[in-house]
């Protein structure tokens, strides 16, 4: 079935360092999401984004933490800078019509904040 | 806010015997909220495994089965005899109509001994 790809799969970045996950949604797909899930907890949204724009974001989503889609590209979340509570599994999700259509899900990349 | 509770963290279970892993969700919006279960297999990205978005209904899907009971606000997922390849992580889920991100319960560990 359709994949969303996140490269890389593991990430360990010094505190205070930028870094940038990088998403393959679903090719047609407009919709684009990050989740977050801390270790034992729940997946938490973080941010959706459509046409270009964030079109919402949870308490979570900081102002160091941003998203875009550069032509098209790879849907990326940076993180600049980093802090030690930012060490999670990032997922990234996609789908072709809003959150009312199936979200397809990657498989996550791990961020080790040290 | 809104919320979904799943009990079991982790479950272990002999091959060909009943698994029941149970969801109940916290009903503070207005409305109905669609209902979902999503798996991760070893290895795999988050995927669908089946969802119900009308109360009473009855979901299925590879052999799981899934009721939408509004009056208990539960969402229990069960299957009649499982597999060694049902060893996965399952994730009961929730939408309400109008709302920005799916959310998410804590996940169950399903561990399915030979």
């Known amino acids: 079935g359709p994949k969303v790809l996140q490269i890389p799969s593991h990430q360990i970045i010094d505190m205070g360092q930028m870094v940038t996950l990088n998403c393959d949604p679903v090719s047609n797909h407009l919709y684009f999401y990050w989740y977050k899930q801390i270790l034992g907890q729940q997946m938490e949204f973080l941010v959706n984004?459509?046409?270009?724009?964030?079109?919402?974001k949870s308490k979570l989503f900081k102002d160091q933490f941003s998203v875009e889609r550069p032509d098209g590209s790879y849907f990326t979340l940076k993180i600049q800078p980093t802090a030690l509570e930012d060490s999670a599994v990032y997922f990234c999700?996609?789908?072709?019509?809003?959150?009312?259509?199936?979200?397809?899900f990657g498989k996550g990349t791990r961020l080790t904040v040290v | 806010g809104d919320s979904v509770t799943q009990t079991e963290g982790q479950v272990t279970v002999s091959e060909s015997k009943s698994l029941i892993i149970n969801c109940t969700y916290s009903?503070?919006?207005?409305?109905?909220?669609?209902l979902f279960w999503y798996v991760r297999y070893p290895g795999e990205g988050l995927q669908l495994l089946l969802k119900v978005i009308t109360a009473g209904q009855k979901g299925s899907s590879r052999g799981f089965e899934a009721t939408y009971n509004k009056e208990a606000t539960s969402f229990h997922l069960q299957k009649a005899s499982v597999q060694e390849s049902d060893s996965a992580v399952y994730y009961c889920a929730l939408i309400y109509q109008g709302g920005r991100a799916l959310i998410f319960g804590t996940g169950t560990t399903v561990s399915v001994s030979p």
């Open positions: 984004f459509y046409n270009g724009k964030v079109m919402e």
């Open positions: 999700a996609s789908s072709s019509d809003g959150i009312n259509t199936e979200v397809f």
């Open positions: 009903a503070t919006s207005i409305g109905y909220p669609n």
